[in-house]
Nanobody, 121 residues
Framework: VQLVESGGGLVQPGGSLRLSCTAS????????MGWARQVPGKGLEWLSG???????YYANSVKGRFTISRDNVKNMVYLQMNNLKPDDTAVYYC????????????????RGQGTQVIVAS
């Protein structure tokens, strides 16, 4: 199993980025997938999940601004991020949840190396 994130970078407040996760070794369409982020000194914050039945989950901090999607043919998962704020600055990870509670991922069994997102003017 391998997950590789891309699409991070520097963006101004109010701007947009689309993160991509290229998966190999398994089929994303038949697996729960998620995006999480982490800033230095803080724990992992789960942002979004998409499940095999197409249900989605969003943390309150990103609801209405971020959208998760996947392309089962390309075996990729995406996170469209709009109206970015300085507080969104973090390393973003694509991950396979290992535990989901009330629709929310709470742990992972595999994740990528991460992609840095910096929101600053």
């Amino acid at each position: 199993v391998q997950l590789v994130e891309s699409g991070g970078g520097l963006v101004q407040p109010g701007g947009s980025l689309r993160l991509s996760c290229t998966a190999s070794g398994f089929a994303t369409g038949s697996s729960a997938m998620g995006w999480a982020r982490q800033v230095p000194g803080k724990g992992l914050e789960w942002l979004s999940g998409i499940y095999s039945d197409a249900r989605t989950y969003y943390a309150n901090s990103v609801k209405g601004r971020f959208t998760i999607s996947r392309d089962n043919v390309k075996n990729m998962v995406y996170l469209q991020m709009n109206n970015l704020k300085p507080d969104d600055t973090a390393v973003y990870y694509c991950a396979i949840p290992s535990l989901i509670v009330a629709g929310r991922p709470v742990d992972f069994r595999s994740r990528g190396q991460g992609t840095q997102v910096i929101v600053a003017s």
